[in-house]
């Protein structure tokens, strides 16, 4: 990120950390932070000058909005930054686990060239005529949806209101739907916040209503699943399998079973991790803090 902020001459002064012990020494000496995943609230009372944050996520969890806005310091999230590329990685999950490109990966590491597969059932799939059931109809599941009905899918979509629509989505409901429509679907992809509704939003009870065909598909925050009873359900053979960009630990522990689980694709939570990345957020950044400079009493992606 420093690399790219310097390329801008925005003539500003500034300085970067790459550890929360640095920034705690720091951060008294700080007007405006730049970051997502070494915030910390236990900060703000060493932070006497710190008038504003630019999260670098699109998630706020980690921002306590009555401490902060206490202290008039000012948070802006990343929202709608990584739209494309999350979505792009969530249709990109759902190919995987349609087409078994992890199989395809670990018979080519073990050099055994597969034959063709008799049992229908075992067969790699297609999307068209599949449907997808996307929880949460932001930017990024409205993106998704897009995306989706390009590879002729049905797209059934929960949105905590639904008036505001449904966008691409063939059907749009409430969230008190969601045990109702997971029997449609083929694929079940998580594009909601973290907020203490959707914390475990998908257990046990979920995952019994999934189809043991349908795939999860969690590009949203690890604790929107309850994680031991994805794990159980993925080692009965509840569900076909999951595709997982994030989890509850990360980095994911190497004791954890999802490691092991056949039928789970696991990456590091990189979906919003592009080449344009940091150049998104810079552009955001320097938008807001224009806003700033003219007394403005929003800014953009303000949430405290």
């Known amino acids: 990120m420093g690399e790219r902020f310097a390329l801008r001459n925005a003539g500003l002064d500034w300085f970067e950390v790459r550890s929360f012990e640095d920034l705690k020494a720091?951060?008294?000496?700080?007007?405006?932070?730049?970051?997502?995943?070494?915030?910390?609230n236990e900060l703000i009372p060493a932070a006497p000058r710190l008038?504003?944050?630019q999260s670098i996520s699109a998630g706020t969890d980690q921002y306590s909005r009555d401490a902060l806005g206490a202290a008039g310091i000012r948070v802006?999230?990343?929202?709608?930054?990584n739209e494309c590329a999350v979505a792009e990685h969530a249709i990109a999950l759902i190919l995987a686990m349609?087409?078994?490109i992890p199989q395809a990966r670990d018979n080519q590491n073990a050099k055994k060239w597969r034959g063709m597969i008799g049992d229908i059932s075992k067969r790699e799939d297609e999307l068209g005529g599949k449907t997808l059931l996307i929880v949460g109809m932001g930017r990024i599941g409205s993106r998704l949806a897009t995306i989706a009905k390009a590879f002729d899918m049905r797209v059934i979509a929960i949105r905590r209101d639904p008036s505001k629509g449904a966008g691409a989505a063939d059907k749009v409901v409430g969230e008190d739907h969601l045990l109702g429509m997971l029997p449609q679907?083929?694929?079940?992809?998580l594009t909601c916040p973290l907020t203490r509704e959707t914390e475990?939003?998908?257990?046990a009870k979920v995952l019994?209503?999934?189809?043991?065909s349908a795939y999860l598909v969690n590009v949203a925050r690890g604790k929107v699943v309850n994680e031991p009873a994805l794990v159980e359900a993925l080692t009965q053979k509840r569900i076909a399998g999951a595709a997982l960009d994030c989890v509850w630990d990360e980095p994911l522990p190497a004791a954890s079973p999802l490691w092991g689980a056949t039928n789970a694709l696991i990456t590091p939570h990189t979906a919003g991790e592009t080449r344009r990345y940091e150049d998104n957020v810079i552009d955001l950044l320097l938008e807001n803090l224009e806003r700033l400079w003219r007394g403005e009493t929003e800014l953009r992606n303000q949430f405290v």
């Open 26 to 40: 720091r951060i008294e000496d700080v007007d405006v932070l730049l970051c997502s995943g070494l915030w910390r």
């Open 51 to 53: 008038a504003f944050i």
């Open 76 to 81: 802006a999230s990343a929202q709608g930054v």
């Open 98 to 100: 349609a087409r078994q």
């Open 185 to 189: 679907a083929d694929f079940v992809a």
């Open 200 to 203: 475990n939003l998908i257990d």
């Open 208 to 212: 019994a209503a999934m189809r043991p």
